[in-house]
């Protein structure tokens, strides 16, 4: 009788003392996620593409501008979205915590910052600031170099340009994605021509170009050049219908040398996001467990053994 009591009081302690793991419903099993087409996204997606399909999920990314993208969170058609980055979306995430469209589920990443930029020659020959820009118009063709229509950034520049600040006001954005600015910075450098463009860390952008960021931006993209936070947001109800796979993301912070690192895989060496995380996965396995943690497959089971097996680790 008392071995059957201490049994059973050691089955009570063991209840007690193990993390109670849950699976989610077989209806979470697919994740819509959005992409603007950022390769900061495109890499971080690409490690969550990797774990979620270890563990039994099925990522479905759809490549969305900014904006539409946060309007299917509204309408319910995607799940979550890995590059909340702030201030500089503090317009959206207004409009989407009005219509309490969306859930913050962790800030993914600090020490990234986001602003003009200029090559190293432009900066050496006297333009540090924005007030140095006008000075030197017909060098730069009074054009600022952005990224993808609708982006937020680009409207930053477009007010500023609006409200004549910094004598831009007969400057002009030239919207175009991620990597036909990169192209048209590329071919400036070879010529030691002039522009300014949007610059932002984390990005092999930084290694790949001589650059210098620019001062005097604070009111368009706040200080500390620009200096931002990257947070993960699903849309409301998302993480309470899904909970296993809302630990995940709520477990995936990420630092700026690792996605600078992603990153140069996806745009110097040409791997697809992926392969490109599943690389970096194999050669760092020692962020695979504090990811994985309260984590199990779709079925529940322990998700940390399942995702390195998956990765032959």
């Known amino acids: 009788m008392k071995r059957t009591c201490l049994t059973f009081a050691l089955a009570i302690a063991a209840v007690y003392s193990t993390p109670v793991l849950a699976a989610d419903d077989a209806s979470c099993e697919t994740i819509l996620m959005s992409d603007p087409g950022w390769t900061d996204i495109n890499a971080t997606n690409g490690v969550a593409t990797v774990l979620l399909e270890a563990l039994g999920y099925e990522p479905d990314i759809k490549t969305l501008s900014v904006p539409i993208g946060y309007q299917s969170m509204k309408n319910g058609d995607i799940d979550v979205f890995l590059g909340n980055w702030m201030p500089a979306q503090q317009k959206f995430m207004d409009d989407l915590n009005e219509a309490k469209a969306v859930d913050v589920l962790a800030k993914n990443l600090t020490g990234a910052k986001f602003t003009l930029a200029v090559p190293s020659y432009v900066a050496e020959a006297g333009v540090k600031d924005f007030k140095d820009l006008n000075a ?18 680009n409207s930053n520049i477009q007010k500023m340009i609006d409200a004549n600040d910094f004598d831009l006001g007969d400057w002009s954005v030239v919207e175009s994605g991620e990597q036909a600015m990169l192209a048209q910075v590329a071919r400036n450098q070879d010529d030691e021509k002039w522009i300014v463009f949007l610059a932002w860390a984390p990005h092999p952008m930084n290694s790949r170009f001589d650059i210098e960021y620019l001062s005097g931006g604070d009111d368009y993209f706040g200080p500390n050049y620009g200096g931002a936070e990257v947070y993960t947001l699903a849309r409301t109800g998302w993480a309470e219908k899904c909970p296993n796979a809302a ?3 709520r477990n995936l912070q990420f630092e700026v ?19 490109a995380a599943r690389d970096w996965l194999k050669a760092h396995p020692q962020v695979i467990e ?24």
């Open 290 to 313: 504090p990811w994985l943690e309260n984590v199990t497959t779709l079925d529940g089971q322990p998700g940390l053994p399942a995702v390195k097996d998956a990765l032959g680790l």
């Open 136 to 153: 030197n118009a017909d060098k730069f063709g009074r054009e600022i170099y952005g990224i993808e229509p609708g982006a937020p950034a």
């Open 257 to 275: 040398s690792m996605e600078n690192e992603l990153m140069g895989k996806i745009l110097d060496d040409g791997q697809e996001p992926d392969a």
């Open 247 to 249: 630990q995940l993301f």
